[in-house]
Each structure stands twice: as structure tokens, then as C-alpha cells.
């Protein structure tokens, strides 16, 4: 079985358009928050190979390969890329550099060149960088960069349920593996954060919100922070045909909302900041609500309280969620959560 879903996420995929090597994918800034300050961060995407996992097999939900460069990018056009990278980060105190892959991987992210890059942001007075890796890749060698800003780690747990990374997420990771990888970071002088997503594919919106839960609440003792990833639509992906053959539909807000509310005793900081959210193919509600809800979140995640937002769609929620126990999958009627009244449909 497993093996017809990981053909079932190669048959998806299609080959990566042309990308000019010496080009970041994207660069931008947000707000975050720095030893309990709001700050801007500063942002940047990396075109790299990518994941190796996805170059494997892959995951259902993931289309980060789409801005990928297949057999790699050579050291001399990362160095361009980071020349036009450098610049960004200039009076930031706080940096997220991402590769639509590992980051810690040395086959994706040569070490000499990590080690300058975090030489050149750490002499550019940036204090603290975040960076992705798959948990096989979170050795201290991986990170023995000498002058650096402090490091975190985030760490793509996705679920702590093994059913659910196997069959809905075609994920091997295995519960030991993640634990490890979060001694491994923090040995090395590491922050953790972990990724825990919401509604993968295979789940009806009940059993999203409940899986969620668990995973979070599990892997709060070994981790710095979680960021709730609700499953939007990326292209080439599982999700995407699943999505236009009405057999999924990304999550609620308002699950997002619940999955916060019943983890804010967990210990450890946990939020969320929905990509694509508000749309077909992100995390919405029935549109009427969804901006609100999204400030709400971003508030939230800069240190607020949780949304506190009045709609009558919660009621159809709830409805969709009373029915959990008979519901055989992700998707819904098109029309449902604006009441199946006319306009845009979602």
C-alpha cells in the first residue's frame, strides 16, 4: 500500500520549469517575535535541489519541488544568490533562510558555504536564524559553523500518529527520529520548532483537528515552539488532484482556531499563520469571516490572544463536525460554509 501511495505522489508531480540559478526564489519581510519583542524578520528562499525526500518519493501535501532545481545548484550560484540575500537582512535581528528542503543537508547546502553565510549574517548583527531540516540531517556537524546567530531549527513533524504520516502523508519518519533530532539541536546550543500539520489528506475535519491535537501535545516536551500548518493546495501535489476531483477541502479556520484553543496548556508556544489563507485553497471559513480571523491570527502569533470572531458558519462547523464519526474523508459540499447562498464559492 504504501508503495501505491508513493506512486500515487510521483504520478502527481511533473518536472520543475526552468529557474535561473543565481536567483533566490523570494525574499521578504515579516514580523516575529525575538525574546518576547515584535521585530521584523527578514526572509529569504534559497534555490537549491531540494528535499531528497522529494526527490525520492515525496510528501502528498508538499509542491516546494516546484521551485527546485533538479541534479542541484553549484556552490559559486548559491554565493550569487546570497549576495542578493545579504543585502535584505541588513538591521534585522531575526532571519528565517529556507531551500524547499534541508538546510542541514550538506549535499543540498555545502558546509563552507552555510558556514559563510552565517559568518556574514552574524557580522551583519542578526542575532538569531531559523532554518528547516529533515530530522536525519540535525547533527552538531551539521552545525558547527563557528561565528553564527543563534540557531533554530525547525523540524517538519507533520503528525506524531504513524498512520497518518504513512498513509496520508507518505512520510517515514519515525517518533524516535524526531525525539533524537531534537536532543541532537539542542545539544549543539539549538532552538526547536516543529511543524504539525492540520488536515492532511485521508482526514475528514474532525479527525484533522483531534490528530493535530495529539501531535502537538507530543511533541510539546521536546520542542521550543509548533507552528500549525493547515494543508493548503500547492501545485503537481496529491492535495491538488484530491482538491479538483472534489475528495478534499483545505481545513476551517475555525478548526485552526479550536486546535489552538485546546493546546494553549501544552506548555511551549503554539501558533499558526495559514499560507493561502482565505482562499479556495487555503485554511477558510465562508469568506464573510475569514479576515478577521486571519488578523486575529497573526495578532495571536505576535503575542496576542486567540481570535475572537462572531460568525453563523460556525454553526455549519460544528455541524461538519458532529458528523466526524460517519464522514469517510476530507471533502465537503462546494457551497456548504457560505450556506449554499450564490457568489463565490468556496
Not at 32 to 53: K, M, N, P, S
Not at 237 to 265: C, Q
Request: charged share 25%; proline share 5%; aromatic share 8%.
Amino acid at each position: 500500500m504504501a508503495d501505491a501511495f508513493a506512486e500515487f505522489v510521483n504520478a502527481a508531480k511533473q518536472e520543475p520549469a526552468a529557474h535561473p540559478l543565481d536567483q533566490p526564489v523570494a525574499t521578504w519581510t515579516e514580523r516575529e517575535v525575538l525574546d518576547d519583542e515584535q521585530v521584523e524578520a527578514g526572509v529569504a528562499i534559497l534555490r537549491t535541489r531540494g528535499c531528497y525526500w522529494s526527490i525520492r518519493e515525496g510528501c502528498a501535501m508538499c509542491g516546494y519541488f516546484n521551485d527546485t532545481v533538479p541534479g542541484g545548484v553549484s556552490t559559486e550560484a548559491l554565493q550569487a544568490q546570497w549576495a542578493q540575500v545579504l543585502p535584505h537582512l541588513a538591521e534585522k535581528r531575526y532571519a528565517k533562510i529556507y531551500t524547499s528542503g534541508s538546510f542541514l543537508d550538506p549535499t543540498e547546502v555545502p558546509l563552507d558555504f552555510a558556514a559563510q553565510a552565517m559568518a556574514e549574517m552574524h557580522a551583519a548583527g542578526v542575532e538569531k536564524v531559523l532554518v528547516e531540516s529533515l530530522p536525519e540531517f540535525v547533527h552538531a556537524r551539521h552545525m558547527d559553523y563557528g561565528a553564527a546567530p543563534a540557531l533554530e531549527v525547525a523540524i517538519g513533524l507533520e503528525s506524531a500518529t504513524p498512520l497518518v504520516l504513512d498513509k496520508c502523508v507518505n512520510k517515514r519518519l519515525k517518533w524516535d527520529g524526531f525525539t533524537r533530532a531534537c536532543v541532537n539541536a539542542r545539544t549543539a546550543g539549538a532552538s526547536v520548532k516543529a511543524y504539525v500539520l492540520l488536515k492532511p489528506p485521508f482526514l475528514n475535519e474532525a479527525q484533522a483537528i483531534d490528530d493535530a491535537v495529539t501531535s502537538i501535545e507530543r511533541a510539546a516536551p521536546h520542542v521550543d515552539k509548533v507552528s500549525l500548518n493547515p494543508v493548503n493546495v500547492q501545485r503537481n501535489t496529491v492535495v491538488e488532484r484530491l482538491f479538483r476531483r472534489g475528495e478534499w477541502s483545505a481545513p476551517w479556520l475555525w478548526s485552526v482556531v479550536e486546535v489552538l484553543r485546546r493546546t494553549r496548556e501544552c506548555g511551549v508556544r503554539v501558533y499558526s499563520d495559514p499560507t493561502g489563507g482565505g482562499t479556495q485553497r487555503g485554511a477558510h471559513n465562508c469568506s464573510k469571516c475569514d479576515q478577521a480571523l486571519l488578523d486575529g491570527l497573526t495578532a495571536h502569533r505576535l503575542g496576542g490572544p486567540l481570535p475572537a470572531v462572531a460568525c453563523d458558519c460556525r454553526g455549519r462547523w460544528k455541524a461538519l463536525l458532529a458528523q466526524g464519526g460517519v464522514r469517510r474523508d476530507g471533502a465537503e459540499s462546494r457551497g456548504y460554509r457560505r450556506g449554499f447562498r450564490g457568489g463565490r464559492r468556496f
